[in-house]
């Protein structure tokens, strides 16, 4: 954590570091990786970016490996297709080299990489540094890594793609955040979430994909190599947050940067929203109901104390004990006697 | 009853297509299968018409209104038993739809492995093979159409002991399916696990229906497509997707739906990993992540139950950049998308979906 005078300028600064990476600032980050699973993908985040990069005018490529759609301000190279790993890359090239400003999308580094046999140094090489453009891959977590025939010791392709990233940032899915921080308070174990959890045959959580937002994890690597970490979350954008499109574009800049650090979230912060989930776990498991009705309560809060009576102007009636007879009352004659 | 009451209403906002097109999934275990609710499929594909007014659910509907053609590709399942139970189950007349051309349905149970060289040894399996012209290729795999003298009847499938009219011949065929006119029966079946070979039969089967009925858009239900994996070591996970997504490329096929295995088995990690949990976990996760709406059946959780026969979960997700604008992202794929329901398939076909705790039997 950055060592910052006082909250509000360490909150201003984190800020400042995700909002250069989500803006594309040059130099912000050439290779950012992104970390998701089916838990919380990335397309929220993804298309926030593209969306930004579109409003300035950057050239965005987009090569898939998972979708045969594509928007018509995107550059589409269907990589699922019958490339070889050398022309995905001249494609790449002839895509970005008449343009100034480039972003390029990998979505699947898994396939581009065991499957095309790109070397990410050569893609880094062409992107980043040739053509000074931005590069973002994506990497599903959930996606097994496949074992290297050849040469059994080369490090796992995750790892080698974290050693070489500038930013990762990893999605989660608020609501399993929240989870996991009621649990944490608890001190109960943290609920695991995904493929292969809870029964079989699911594969994917009902509060997977929060709609509204995403939480970032993101670890920013300086030019230094001091690493920062931090948590942000961006919630899903409105059509308020953009500025009306101009002429010739497709997209509106962004009026104000809404990405806000995960503890500035007031439903991460505050307990009562998520207290309302978790709210009948802490009650004792019994057979006996054991709370009251809305009529029981009112009832109670209907009956006056002795002592308040007490506290009325003249002193109430003194010490004597009032009590009106009901119905149901049986008066004993003896008890006045003793 | 009209064919479209036959999906049940909680169920319906599910089955019906999306606006844009799109990948769906559907996974189920070996306790629970997904047979009933790929018919409840192709039966909102097939009888849109008709449906059309069952409410406000109906909005995301083919913009014509005219439903869309259904080719239905199954490894695991023959064609007569499609046929019965989309009758049984929706009141879909799969034979209707393929004399008029919105139906094909390409097998690949039936002679996936057959010895091509002396099919009269299989006799279980005799169907009769069309004369194409000879065409020798590296895809040397024989197609199959209907015999000269059963045109336009019943296809000379299903029943083993059907009686065939002709010496069953195999025919080896070119990378080109027959397109002679003669075939004009809407079935065709895959003899080779091969991938190109799958290709070349899809193709030519969505020429089919396009060149039959060029107005409407297709909607693609692969079945099981992870049999490949198991039959086939030298698939990969990506093979497959990359296949799926050159089909999905066309601009004929506006939907997919795809079925695959979800049982812990298949996905569930040995150390050292296994080849084929490997990769049938890879192409779940892949296609997950690639897919729209995922639809997970399975066993009840608590056990077996007389009046349930398992847990439905949908879960929608905005997905790819097609449909990408400045807001709302997770406004229409909202709370009301995600959810579990219980079902029951009855005896006769029908089905019954409901809430947790709603009860079937009322």
Request: one cysteine or more; aromatic letters at 4%.
């Amino acid at each position: 954590m950055a060592p910052a005078s006082n909250m509000v300028q360490y909150q201003r600064h984190a800020i400042q570091l995700i909002s250069r990476v989500l803006n594309l600032r040059t130099n912000a980050s050439p290779f950012t990786l992104i970390l998701d699973d089916l838990n919380q993908r990335c397309s929220p985040l993804l298309s926030e970016i593209i969306i930004r990069a579109l409003s300035r005018k950057t050239n965005v490529v987009v090569v898939s490996f998972e979708s045969a759609r594509s928007h018509p301000s995107i550059h589409h190279i269907p990589a699922y297709g019958e490339y070889t790993g050398g022309q995905l890359l001249t494609s790449i090239e002839d895509s970005i080299k008449t343009t100034k400003e480039s972003l390029v999308i990998i979505d699947s580094l898994h396939d581009l990489v065991h499957e095309k046999n790109i070397d990410m140094g050569a893609l880094f090489n062409l992107v980043a540094m040739k053509y000074a453009s931005t590069l973002i891959g994506v990497y599903h977590q959930d996606m097994l890594p496949i074992p290297n025939p050849i040469n059994a010791y080369a490090p796992p392709t995750l790892d080698v793609l974290k050693f070489m990233a500038t930013t990762i940032l990893t999605c989660k899915s608020f609501a399993h955040v929240l989870a996991i921080k009621a649990a944490r308070e608890r001190s109960l174990p943290e609920p695991a979430h995904g493929l292969l959890q809870g029964a079989e045959g699911i594969v994917e959580c009902l509060e997977a994909n929060d709609p509204r937002g995403i939480v970032l994890e993101a670890e920013f690597r300086r030019k230094s190599g001091r690493p920062e970490t931090e948590t942000y979350f961006l919630r899903s954008s409105l059509e308020s947050d953009y500025n009306a499109a101009i002429p010739g574009m497709t997209f509106g800049t962004l009026k104000h940067e809404f990405v806000v650090l995960l503890s500035q979230v007031p439903g991460y912060n505050n307990k009562v929203s998520e207290g309302a989930a978790s709210a009948a776990e802490d009650d004792p498991e019994s057979t006996f109901n054991l709370s009251l009705t809305e009529k029981q309560k009112a009832a109670r809060e209907g009956v006056v104390l002795p002592y308040f009576d007490a506290q009325k102007g003249e002193g109430g009636e003194g010490g004597r004990i009032l009590y009106d007879m009901g119905e149901e009352d049986d008066f004993d004659e003896e008890e006045d006697e003793i | 009853m009209p064919p479209s009451s036959r999906i049940p209403p909680l169920l319906q906002p599910h089955v019906c297509l999306p606006r844009d097109d799109s990948i769906l999934l559907l996974t189920s275990t070996l306790g629970a299968s997904a047979n009933w609710l790929i018919t409840r499929f192709l039966g909102d594909a097939l009888n849109l018409k008709s449906g059309a007014d069952g409410g406000s659910e109906g909005a995301g509907r083919i913009e014509d209104g005219e439903g869309c053609n259904v080719l239905l590709v199954s490894w695991m399942r023959e064609y007569e038993f499609w046929k019965q139970d989309c009758r049984k189950g929706v009141g879909v007349d799969l034979e209707r739809g393929r004399r008029e051309g919105r139906v094909v349905f390409v097998d690949g149970l039936s002679s996936l492995f057959l010895e091509e060289e002396n099919p009269e040894n299989n006799a279980r399996t005799a169907v009769p093979v069309e004369n194409a012209p000879a065409v020798r290729s590296v895809q040397s795999l024989p197609a199959r159409g209907p015999a000269p003298g059963r045109m336009g009847g019943l296809p000379a499938r299903g029943p083993p002991a059907a009686p065939t009219t002709t010496s069953p011949t195999t025919i080896r065929s070119g990378t080109t399916a027959p397109t002679s006119t003669s075939h004009n029966a809407g079935c065709y079946s895959l003899k080779s696990p091969n991938l190109a070979h799958l290709k070349t039969t899809i193709t030519t089967a969505l020429t089919h229906l396009t060149s039959a009925s060029p107005a409407r858009k297709t909607l693609l239900v692969i079945d099981n497509p992870d049999i490949l994996l198991a039959t086939n070591p030298a698939l990969t996970h990506t093979s497959i997707t990359s296949l799926l997504l050159s089909l999905h490329a066309r601009p004929d096929v506006a939907h997919m739906l795809i079925h695959l295995q979800a049982d812990t088995p298949l996905l569930g990690i040995h150390t050292p990993p296994q080849p084929l949990e490997v990769a049938q976990r890879n192409l779940l996760v892949k296609l997950a992540h690639m897919s729209r709406r995922v639809i997970g059946v399975r066993v009840l959780d608590t056990g077996v139950a007389r009046d349930v026969s398992g847990v439905l979960r949908v879960t929608e997700n905005d997905i790819g950049f097609a449909g990408l604008k400045a807001h709302g992202r997770g406004e229409d794929g909202g709370e009301g998308k995600r959810r579990e329901m219980l079902y029951k398939v009855n005896g006769d076909g029908s089905v019954k979906v409901f809430e947790r705790g709603a009860g079937g039997e009322g």
